[in-house]
């Protein structure tokens, strides 16, 4: 709780380092595996082959990663697919999760990002906790210069991240 309070009243500090996009990316996948395999869905995941690099807090970064496909995985009817996309797009990242599911419902999906806003689809009961995750992971993403919307029904989330200059443009 004291993390979400930091976020949320904007006085968490990032610790930002140069890292590549590929680390986050694995650290994320080892932390939600647990509730992916628990639900028994596919997850695949899709990097681009040329190293992406970020000027990026890798553990918070991670966090918001691991949290969107958390939810994907609890919000997915057993036995479905979760994919996660990253494309290049010039200097930004674009970090996609789509679960083949039932989606956010329409109701919710503008105030999805909202503190103590829970969707549940109806033919799913709803989850435990204190319904803070999505709105942490939007200031996340925020601190971090990026910004997170949610399409197809609520499906699919992306997130647009400023991408760090290429090895040896910071003198490595």
Do not use: C, Y
Not at 99 to 121: C, E, N, R, W, Y
Not at 127 to 137: D, E, F, K, Y
Request: charged share 20%.
């Amino acid at each position: 709780m004291l993390d979400v309070s930091r976020i949320t009243s904007g006085t968490l500090e990032l610790e930002r380092q140069r890292v590549p996009l590929e680390a986050i990316v694995s650290h994320a996948v080892e932390l939600s595996a647990p509730v992916v395999d628990e639900h028994g869905h596919t997850f695949s995941v899709s990097l681009p082959t040329q190293p992406l690099w970020l000027d990026a807090d890798p553990a918070r970064l991670s966090q918001v990663i691991e949290h969107i496909v958390t939810n994907a995985a609890k919000s997915t009817a057993p036995g479905g697919a979760i994919h996660l996309v990253a494309t290049r797009m010039a200097q930004r990242l674009l970090l996609s999760v789509t679960a083949h599911g039932t989606g956010i419902p329409s109701s919710t999906d503008p105030k999805l990002f909202d503190i103590l806003v829970q969707a549940t689809a109806t033919d799913r009961p709803r989850a435990s906790g204190l319904a803070v995750g999505l709105s942490v992971v939007q200031r996340l993403v925020e601190l971090h210069g990026g910004s997170i919307r949610a399409t197809n029904d609520g499906s699919e989330l992306i997130v647009d991240l400023p991408l760090g200059p290429p090895v040896g443009e910071q003198g490595e």
